[in-house]
């Protein structure tokens, strides 16, 4: 049982320069989100989806698109990288209506902007 | 908008004592609330999920509790090890849509 799985887990970008990272999900999940975590600033959300097809902005989607094509991706784009998007970046997907809400989160995505 | 607070933000303890986490959120219209376990470089590990409608949860040595009206959670963990060192999260869902985090409190259990 994978859960929340990312890609890729490391990575070191030069500012100027575009990059995607994946998060798949296999617990047939309605939402998905995105999160970033900075020392001291906690998680916050970037964009999250509720459904396929569908996008909202969270707390900081500035630099970032994403896109839900599939109910099971969830895509994150930089399409020009800044050194304020080194952070480490989590998925996470939850069950849709009802439920206990309980969110499950991938291992992470360590991203460096030099 | 929601503020989540943890108290205290680093807490140093002997093996085998008893110790208490605490959380405050500001707005108590809230689903649910979590607790997560991050060991470093690593990802969120949900050790327990609380809904709006209980007062706590317990899982092994873990005990949960949860004062909606207070806005207060805490994290109650008996008989601690070395191996719970690790920052513990709190985080707590409004809308239904997306958790909002505190900063999290670093705990080191010593030998």
């Known amino acids: 049982n994978a859960g929340v799985t990312q890609t890729p887990k490391f990575r070191v970008l030069k500012t100027g320069q575009s990059m995607t990272l994946l998060c798949a999900q296999d617990?047939?999940?309605?939402?998905m989100y995105w999160y970033r975590q900075d020392p001291g600033m906690g998680l916050r959300l970037i964009h999250y989806?509720?459904?396929?097809?569908?996008?909202a902005k969270g707390e900081v989607p500035d630099g970032y698109n994403v896109s839900r094509l599939k109910k099971q991706n969830f895509l994150l784009g930089l399409e020009s990288a800044a050194p304020s998007q080194t952070s480490v970046y989590f998925c996470?997907?939850?069950?849709?209506?009802?439920?206990?809400?309980?969110?499950?989160f991938g291992p992470g995505t360590r991203l460096t902007v030099t | 908008k929601q503020e989540v607070t943890q108290i205290p933000a680093a807490l140093s303890v002997p093996e085998g004592e008893n110790l208490v986490l605490n959380c405050s959120f500001t707005?108590?219209?809230?689903?649910?609330l979590q607790w997560f376990r991050q060991d470093p470089g690593k990802g969120l590990t949900s050790l327990l999920l609380?809904?709006?409608?209980?007062r706590e949860q317990t899982s092994g040595r873990l005990n949960a509790s949860l004062d909606k009206s207070s806005g207060r959670s805490t994290l109650y963990i008996a008989a601690s090890q070395p191996g719970d060192s690790a920052t513990y999260l709190c985080?707590?869902?409004?809308?239904?849509?997306?958790?909002?985090f505190g900063k999290g409190t670093s705990l080191l259990v010593t030998p």
């Open positions: 996470a997907s939850r069950s849709g209506g009802g439920g206990s809400y309980e969110q499950y």
């Open positions: 617990m047939n999940h309605e939402y």
């Open positions: 989806s509720v459904g396929e097809g569908t996008t």
């Open positions: 707005d108590s219209a809230i689903y649910n």
């Open positions: 609380i809904q709006s409608s209980q």
């Open positions: 985080a707590v869902t409004n809308s239904g849509y997306a958790l909002n």
